[in-house]
């Protein structure tokens, strides 16, 4: 049976550049099954999850929600759900937790200052407190969405709650349907792609110590999808692997965009990145049309300031 992925996969389609776009993300449990637009296709009370999507519209916030792996019987659950939120950009990354027995609530969280990397309304409307336990490690299973999702995602969910790997969650869309499975880990807010369950643990044991792994990595859902190709290939050819070390400043439009990347010790490289359309065409998801879904192709990179600031 041919699917999204397999296309992907066999084309060798980059990963680079691809991930999901947002500074922050806000993930509400919910118990039950996900339609395809699952915030108003859930046991969600749908005016909820369009008030939601509303708030949350050009903040810098995602909304998505989540739930633990495993079946997912077509019952009601009133009990108190898990809440998180966290920011991605590097310099004020944190992940906040909380639980709450009425969605509601997350109506009256401030979306702006979220966005811009401001907890205190989350813990203030929420009792939100900084999340203390380990990365979460969350894995897009929404089979209404794209088939592939819950055909590859699912399994991997479950393999890695099974082994013992704590933070887990499935989670109703990351983007990207052909490169299924697909992985987000908070609060680095880095992306994966056609992932595997010995290279998650790697990279959800890399985050503990406070490192990057570029294998597999789609980018960080912190920058736009030019500045996730450019950080990459950055990381890639200096070898550098710690987390928060390195900012995305973009300038330009598609087709082509410069793009500075400067590392917290003063060195900088210019990144010259290039929107082209993938080649031969392809469905982007299951059933839809073949199509040429963007890539992002780093055409150079120049080190523009090569001496560390004192330490």
Known sequence: M??????????????AGTSTTARTWLLLEQPGPWGAHAL???????????????????TGVRVALIRRPGRHADCHDARARHV?????????????????????????????ALGMGDPHTFDTVLRGRPHTGDPLALV????????????LGRPLAAELASSGVE???????LGGHRFSPTLLVLPSGYAYGRAEAHHVKGVLQAVREGRVVTEGCRGSSA????????????????????????????RGAAPRWEVTVAHADGRQWQVTVAQ?????????????????????DVVSIREVSATPLAS
């Open 40 to 58: 108003t296709a859930s046991h969600l009370d749908p005016a909820v999850g369009r008030a939601l999507e509303a708030a949350a519209e050009g």
């Open 2 to 15: 041919s699917t999204c992925t397999t296309a992907s996969r066999h084309l060798d389609e980059p990963l």
């Open 167 to 173: 933070g887990v969650w499935e989670v109703t869309h």
């Open 276 to 296: 082209s359309a993938s080649l031969p065409p392809r469905p982007e998801s299951c059933g839809s049309p073949l199509g040429s879904p963007a890539r992002m």
């Open 84 to 112: 998180y939120a966290a920011h991605t950009v590097p310099g004020n990354v944190w992940l906040h937790s909380t639980t709450t027995a009425d969605p509601e609530q997350l109506l009256d969280l401030d979306f702006t």
């Open 223 to 250: 920058w736009e999808r030019p500045g996730q190709a450019a950080e990459l290939a950055v990381r890639t050819a200096t070898g550098e692997d710690r987390a928060g070390t390195l900012t995305v400043v973009a």
């Open 140 to 151: 897009c299973t929404n089979g209404k969405r794209d088939r592939c999702c819950a055909l």
